[in-house]
T-cell receptor, first 114, second 114 residues
Framework: KAGVTQTPRYLIKTRGQQVTLSCSPISGHRSVSWYQQTPGQGLQFLFEYFSETQRNKGNFPGRFSGRQFSNSRSEMNVSTLELGDSALYLC?????????????FGPGTRLTVT | ELKVEQNPLFLSMQEGKNYTIYCNYSTTSDRLYWYRQDPGKSLESLFVLLSNGAVKQEGRLMASLDTKARLSTLHITAAVHDLSATYFCAVVLNSGGGADGLTFGKGTHLIIQP
């Protein structure tokens, strides 16, 4: 069974640009969560999607947004990039509410903002 | 606001020794996770603990949960070099079931020396 896939794996952007990251969950999983990992702030929750609806959102500015498609694939977008957005962005997939509590993480997208 | 504290944050130990990593959290939670992260890699799921008194073991690692004390422990028995990694605990707020955003501890950077 294929795991969680994230594309691209590495990305370099310039301040002020925007970026879109993609996450394909494990087949059959319908819930996708996004996390940001930085050396200073650690792992922080961005948002969670289930059945194309955002269920929860972390404490991030509105520049961070996401969506989920009918096939459960998810994208997150960061607009007007800042240097502090440089991070490893991880997505995690799970079956969905009440079905399983396991969350499986993808390999991540490493974003560098210059 | 849910807070998760791990200690120690750094641990250097010798092969063959036993040690325990502690994870305290500030509010009631119905799920606690332990993950392992190798340098430059994603998160690998180790354990999900769902109830008070839950104990799970895999190889040289054993995790337990005391929901009344809001404390989980990850015990390492007869450490080997391959267990060198960063270990994170993560907690989810009571959500009525299903996957929700995880709040992570800062991680314990474990180095096991021959």
């Amino acid at each position: 069974k294929a795991g969680v896939t994230q594309t691209p794996r590495y990305l370099i952007k310039t301040r002020g640009q925007q970026v879109t990251l993609s996450c394909s969950p494990i087949s059959g999983h319908r819930s996708v969560s996004w996390y940001q990992q930085t050396p200073g702030q650690g792992l922080q929750f961005l948002f969670e999607y289930f059945s194309e609806t955002q269920r929860n959102k972390g404490n991030f500015p509105g520049r961070f947004s996401g969506r989920q498609f009918s096939n459960s694939r998810s994208e997150m977008n960061v607009s007007t990039l800042e240097l502090g957005d440089s991070a490893l962005y991880l997505c995690a997939s799970s079956l969905g509410p009440g079905k399983s509590y396991e969350q499986y993480f993808g390999p991540g997208t490493r974003l560098t903002v210059t | 606001e849910l807070k998760v504290e791990q200690n120690p944050l750094f641990l250097s130990m010798q092969e063959g020794k036993n040690y325990t990593i502690y994870c305290n959290y500030s509010t009631t939670s119905d799920r606690l996770y332990w993950y392992r992260q190798d340098p430059g890699k994603s998160l690998e799921s180790l354990f999900v603990l769902l109830s008070n008194g839950a104990v799970k073991q895999e190889g040289r690692l054993m995790a337990s949960l005391d929901t009344k004390a809001r404390l989980s422990t990850l015990h390492i028995t007869a450490a080997v070099h391959d267990l060198s990694a960063t270990y994170f605990c993560a907690v989810v707020l009571n959500s009525g079931g299903g996957a929700d955003g995880l709040t992570f501890g800062k991680g314990t950077h474990l180095i096991i020396q021959p």
